[in-house]
């Protein structure tokens, strides 16, 4: 997605045209392993759980930052008001019944490549064996990796400088893609909306967590929340 930076004009709209065929390929493919893998039944709710309390811990993590000369980098006030909505997300994901899955894991355009006859090619896969269980079942939910993935696009959009309606474009053509390619998550529906959004904020939370600190994890001079990608996101997805 870094070469449609600076493009305008016909040039812009080209290369808009080549990531939406690209997006919606990797959006069949993820669709493909989905359907192919899916389990009989639905996502547990002690794997559920466990996902709640992997994000938690890191979502405390990100809260508790404080700023070199002491307080807290996102304002308690602040910090109040995500807290309230995200309750809400994470109440609708421990709701949602949707079924099991094999999942990547750590679906972003880094990890997929796209050749010019469509095929996908993956790497990083050996984060496959976390949505697989003792049993050889899969565990995973199916909206693991269109939500990390769909998250990808909009983030990666914004710091490329893509407008709103482009990046809802190229999010269309990959989840309709995925959904084409997997007739169980079709018949989801709102489940899959609120599983897959869980997802989007566990994407988004990495990125304010990355906009803050270093590789370290020590406080980034100059961070500001207000111009953090990883932030818009988080409200954006949380309706703040």
Same mark, same amino acid.
């Given at each position: 997605m870094q070469s449609?930076? #600076?493009?305008? !004009?016909?040039? @812009?709209l080209q290369a808009l045209t080549r990531l939406e065929a690209?997006? #919606? *390929?990797? !959006?069949? !493919? +993820?669709g493909e392993l989905a359907e192919a893998s899916k389990g009989k039944g639905n996502v547990s709710g002690a794997q559920k759980a466990k996902e709640v309390s992997f994000f938690e811990k890191r979502w405390? !993590?990100?809260m508790a930052t404080s700023k070199p000369g002491g307080g807290p980098v996102i304002s308690p006030r602040e910090q109040a008001q995500l807290r309230a909505k995200l309750d809400e997300a994470l109440r609708g994901f421990k709701n949602a019944d949707v079924p099991t899955a094999i999942a990547h894991g750590d679906a972003h355009g880094g990890n997929f490549s796209v050749g010019k006859n469509g095929a996908v090619n993956t790497i990083d896969v050996e984060t496959l064996f976390r949505s697989v269980g003792a049993d050889g079942k899969p565990i995973a939910s199916m909206a693991t990796d269109i939500g @990390? =993935?769909?998250?990808?696009? *909009?983030?990666?959009g914004l710091q490329q400088g893509m407008k709103p309606a482009e990046i809802k474009k190229l999010q269309d053509a990959f989840l309709e893609s995925f959904l084409n390619a997997s007739g169980s998550a079709r018949g989801t529906g709102e489940a899959l909306a609120r599983a897959r959004k =869980?997802?989007? +904020?566990? =994407?988004? *939370?990495?990125q304010l967590k990355t906009d803050m600190t270093d590789s370290a994890g020590k406080f980034i001079a100059g961070f500001d929340p207000d111009t953090s990608v990883g932030m818009k996101r988080l409200k954006a997805l949380l309706g703040l």
């Open positions: 449609i930076k #600076g493009l305008d !004009g016909d040039a @812009r690209d997006v #919606g *390929a990797v !959006g069949k !493919g +993820l405390q !993590g990100i @990390r =993935f769909n998250e990808w696009i *909009a983030i990666t =869980f997802y989007e +904020l566990n =994407f988004a *939370a990495v």
